[in-house]
T-cell receptor, first 112, second 114 residues
């Protein structure tokens, strides 16, 4: 039982490039979330999903897209990378809406 | 809108000192409350949580927190810290009835001197 896994661990992008951050959970959780963590700012919600095929925006969705074709996977897509997207990205999942969220190890992204 | 305030940005303690980290939230309804810890280079781990019942909750590694509804507070405590408690601590809230998205405080970095 690996929990929540994320790839890659670290990536450097040039401005305007695109990439997908992968997130997979093996706990059969319905709810999945993407957060970004900026220094001194805590975590902010980007997008979340309540189940396969259903996604919705969080607090800071601009510049990102998500999809949820399976229960296990919740990729985050950056289409045109900008320096403001330099951050650490965490994926999380929970069994139900009010249950504990379990976090992945994070992806550190640097946009230059 | 909901918000979470953590009063201390950086706390420095010597081993065996007592710890209390403040957390206040702004939301008028019923909430679930969490403390997460992030050790250096690691991901967030749940320390403890409060959903209902006894307002004094005990978590892992000797940590506890007390929910005081009248003060909108959920302070984290440990009677005697260890060097291994050096980490960043995040208080988080979600409103009952919401889609479960957590609102995080900005975090408190704890440094414990050996």
């Amino acid at each position: 039982n690996a929990g929540v896994t994320q790839t890659p661990k670290f990536r450097i992008l040039k401005i305007g490039q695109s990439m997908t951050l992968q997130c997979t959970q093996d706990m059969n959780h319905n709810y999945m979330y993407w957060y970004r963590q900026d220094p001194g700012m805590g975590l902010k919600l980007i997008y979340y999903s309540v189940g396969a095929g259903i996604t919705d925006k969080g607090e800071v969705p601009n510049g990102y897209n998500v999809s949820r074709s399976t229960t296990e996977d919740f990729p985050l897509r950056l289409e045109l990378a900008a320096p403001s997207q330099t951050s650490v990205y965490f994926c999380a999942s929970s069994l139900d809406v009010q249950e504990t969220q379990y976090f992945g190890p994070g992806t550190r992204l640097l946009v230059l | 809108a909901q918000s979470v305030s953590q009063h201390n940005h950086h706390v420095i303690l010597s081993e065996a000192a007592s710890l209390e980290l403040g957390c206040n939230y702004s939301y008028g309804g019923t909430v679930n409350l969490f403390w997460y810890v992030q050790y250096p280079g690691q991901h967030l781990q749940l320390l403890l949580k409060y959903f209902s019942g006894d307002p004094l909750v005990k978590g892992i590694k000797g940590f506890e927190a007390e929910f005081i509804k009248s003060k909108f507070s959920f302070n984290l405590r440990k009677p005697s810290v260890q060097w291994s408690d050096t980490a960043e601590y995040f208080c988080a809230v979600n409103a009952k009835g919401s889609q479960g998205n957590l609102i995080f405080g900005k975090g408190t970095k704890l440094s414990v001197k050996p």
